[in-house]
């Protein structure tokens, strides 16, 4: 049983430009949280996915959106990138309490 | 009050001793405390979670006690292995669904051979 995957592993952007990252949950979760971890730090909260809607959200502008997919696997898009945009986002799937986190896809923004 | 406190922010243990690791919460809505485990390069790892109604839970060498009238709660690893050597963060919940976790900032954790 795969666990949670995620993609890609290490991105590079540019200042401005706009990222998609990608999360498929682990084998019968319905529920998908995302999480930014900059260098250092423990994983802040974005925003959390059920049944193809946004159910809550962490302090994070509106420059960060997502979906969910009827598969449950989910997207998270950055638009107009900043240099502080540069961590590690993490990706997290849960049926019940139970959160089994992604490895995470580094991003980069020069 | 959304906050999570852990301590110490790192630790140095030798082979074979306990480490302990300490948080606090204000929340008092928080019902749920999971501790992670994150290697470098790599995402948290759930080791042991507890919630309120215990005030201890032991799985192999890792036991987390919790102190509910304090809002405190803490990860002992007994018999610490250089294999144990990582970041550990505490987290807490009050999401009746699960996930949204309030995270602490993490005790790097080496355990000298």
């Known amino acids: 049983d795969a666990g949670v995957t995620q993609s890609p592993t290490h991105l590079i952007k540019t200042r401005g430009q706009q990222v998609t990252l990608r999360c498929s949950p682990k084998?019968?979760?319905?529920?998908v949280s995302w999480y930014q971890q900059a260098l250092g730090q423990g994983p802040q909260f974005i925003f959390q996915?059920?049944?193809?809607?946004?159910?809550q959200r962490g302090n994070f502008p509106d420059r960060f959106s997502g979906h969910q997919f009827p598969n449950y696997s989910s997207e998270l898009n950055v638009n107009a990138l900043l240099l502080g945009d540069s961590a590690l986002y993490l990706c997290?799937?849960?049926?019940?309490?139970?959160?089994?986190f992604g490895q995470g896809t580094r991003l980069t923004v020069v | 009050q959304q906050q999570v406190k852990q301590s110490p922010q790192s630790l140095i243990v030798q082979k074979g001793g306990i480490s302990i690791i300490n948080c606090a919460y204000e929340?008092?809505?928080?019902?749920?405390f999971p501790w992670y485990q994150q290697f470098p390069g790599k995402g948290p790892a759930l080791l042991i979670a507890?919630?309120?109604?215990?005030s201890e839970k032991k799985e192999g060498r890792f036991t987390i006690s919790f102190n509910k009238s304090a809002k405190q709660f803490s990860l002992h690893i007994m018999d610490s292995q250089p294999g144990d050597s990582a970041t550990y963060f505490c987290?807490?919940?009050?999401?009746?669904?699960?996930?949204?976790?309030?995270f602490g900032p993490g005790t790097r954790l080496s355990v000298l051979p």
């Open positions: 997290a799937s849960s049926r019940q309490s139970e959160a089994f």
């Open positions: 084998s019968g979760h319905d529920t």
């Open positions: 996915y059920y049944e193809e809607e946004e159910r």
């Open positions: 929340n008092t809505a928080f019902d749920y």
């Open positions: 507890i919630r309120p109604d215990v």
């Open positions: 987290a807490a919940s009050a999401d009746n669904y699960g996930q949204n976790f309030v």
